[in-house]
C-alpha cells in the first residue's frame, strides 16, 4: 500500500511510532527535566537554612525560640489536643498559598515574566484584561458586564455550585438583600437610595472593544430589570452612568490604571446625586455649611498595576497623577463624619478612594465629603473597602447590636456600591436590632492588656495581588481567654489584626486554630478611626461579631 493511499492520521501514527532519539540528547533532555524540576525546591530548602541559623543566632529581645515538633507533640493531653495537628481543607489551601507566595525562586522570576508576557506582550493575566492606550480592566468587574444576567436563575445555580464548599454558601440575590433593607428602614421612617457605581467598562468599553462600540454604556443583561423591579417596590434608584457617560467627553471620568472613579467624577456625581435628593424632597431644610475646598495634586501607582506584580522599576505603567478637591472645615480641619446627622452612607472603596490616605490618593476629597458640602450639611459615613454587598451593612448590624445605633435620627441611608457586586458579591441576609442592647467591652488600665487564648477560628485572607487592595485587616476568634481583668466574665473575644501589608502576609496568616497565642490588645475603638475603613477577612458567624473587640498589637505564639 502506497502512502498516497493512507490518510493522514494513519502517516501521523506511522511517524510517531518510528520516532527516534539519539541516546545522548535523551540524556540531555532528561537532565534539564531534572535540573529544572529540583533547582526550585534545592534553592528554597538553602535559603530557608540560611534564615534558620539567623533566626538561631542569640541577639538582645529577641523572642522565645518556636516550638519544634517533638515540643508541640509533647503538649498533647487530650484527643481534642491531637486533633489540631490534623490540617484542614482550608489550612491546606492556605500552606499551598503561602508556598507560592514565599518561594524564592518564584519570587525572584515572577515579575520578570509577568513583565515580559503581561507588559511586553500585553497578555494580562487571570486578574487583569489589558485596553487601548495603556488602559487597564479589573477581570471581575468586566466579567460581571460581559457574563450571564445576574438575576437569572442559571447563573444564580451557578454562583452556589462554584462556591467555596468550606465556607457558607453565597446569597447570589441582590434583589433579596435590597428590599430587604428598604422594608426594614422604611419602618424606622428611612429612605433607602441605592447607587450601583459602575466599573470603567462600562462607560469606556471602546477601550476594549472596537471603536464603535463607544457612546453607549454598557451593562450587565440583568441591570435594567433589576432597576425596574427595585423601583416598582418603591426603592430610589439613583444611577451615575450617564453622568459618567457625560463627564467623560469633557474629562476623564475614570483612573487609567486603577478601578475607581477620577475626582472629577467623584464631584461631578456628588453634585448631582444632591440635587436630585432637593429635587424629590428627601430632607428638610437646613442651616448650610461653609467647606472650604483645598486642591491638591496627588501620585500614585494605580491598583490594577499593582496586581500586576511587575518589577518595581518597569515604566510601561508608570504612576498617574491627579488633582482632588480636599473639603475642609472653616479652620483648615479635615471634613468630619457626623453621627448626629440625618443622612448616612454606606459604601466600599468607591466611597474611601480620596478619602483614606492609606489607598494613596490623599484623604478628605472623597464622596461622603462632597456630598456633604454639595448638599450643604453634615453626613454620616460607614465605608469598608471590598464587600460592598454586604460588609457595611453587616458594620451597621453590628454597631447597632452593640449599643451604637447609626440609624437613631436618619432620614436617608444612601448604599453605594461597586455594580459587579450584583453578579460577584454575597448579597447576605441582616435582621436589623429593634433595640440597640449595651454589650459590656474589657478594658485595662491605660487602654491596654495582654491575654493569652487559644484561637477557635480565623478570616480568609485574600490572596496577595488577588484583589485591587494591598492591605487587610485580619479577624479572629478567640477562646478560653485568660489575663482579663478581674470580675470579667468574657471568656470569648473578637480580635482584628493587620493580616496583610503592601500585598504581603504577616506572620500572623500563618496561625492555625487550635493554636493558643498570647496577644496585646486595645480596644477597637481606639483604632477604629484608623482601620475600620481596610479590607477586613471577616468570619462568616454574624455571632462573634457581638462579642468583645479588640485590636491586636502583637499575636505571638
Known sequence: MSDARLTREEIAK?????????????RVLLAIFLVTAALPACVQMLADLAGRRAASTPSTGSASAPLTATTKLQQVRSATDLLAFVPTAHQIRAFEDNLENTSLVSGTLRPWVGWVVKALLHGGDEQV???????????????????????????????LHDADKSLPPPQPDPLKALLQFHRQLAERGIALVVMPVPGK??????????PQAGGKVVQNPSFEAFKSQLSAAG???????????????ETPAYLRTDTHWSPAAVQRVAAELAAWMTERNLLPP??????RYLPVTVRNSGDITVMLALPQDQSFFPPETASITRVVAADGSPWQSDERADVLVLGDSFSNIYSLAQMGWGDSAGFAEHLSAALGRPLDRLVINAGGAHTSRQELVRE?????????????????????????GDWRLFDLPPRAPQVAQATAPGGELVIRGRIAALGRLPKPGSVPYKDCVLSIHLTDVRGLPPGNGNHELLVYSLGMKDNKWLPVSSLTPGREVQCRLRPWADVEARYGTWNRAELDDMDL???PTFWAEEVTP
Open 129 to 159: 484584561y489589558f485596553g487601548r492606550e495603556g488602559w487597564l480592566f479589573y477581570r471581575a468587574s468586566v466579567d460581571s458586564v460581559t457574563g450571564p444576567g445576574f438575576l437569572t436563575e442559571q447563573w444564580q445555580r451557578r454562583r
Open 286 to 291: 437646613t442651616a448650610s455649611t461653609s467647606p
Open 235 to 249: 426603592v430610589l434608584i439613583f444611577d451615575p452612568a450617564p453622568i459618567l457617560t457625560d463627564l467623560k467627553h
Open 545 to 547: 461579631l457581638l462579642l
Open 201 to 210: 467598562e462600562s462607560i469606556y468599553p471602546e477601550r476594549l472593544a472596537p
Open 400 to 424: 447597632m447590636a452593640a449599643g451604637r445605633d447609626r440609624l437613631a435620627g436618619k432620614r436617608v441611608v444612601i448604599y453605594e456600591f461597586a455594580a459587579r457586586e450584583l453578579a460577584f
Open 14 to 26: 506511522i511517524e510517531l511510532g518510528h520516532t527516534e532519539v539519539h541516546p545522548l540528547v535523551a
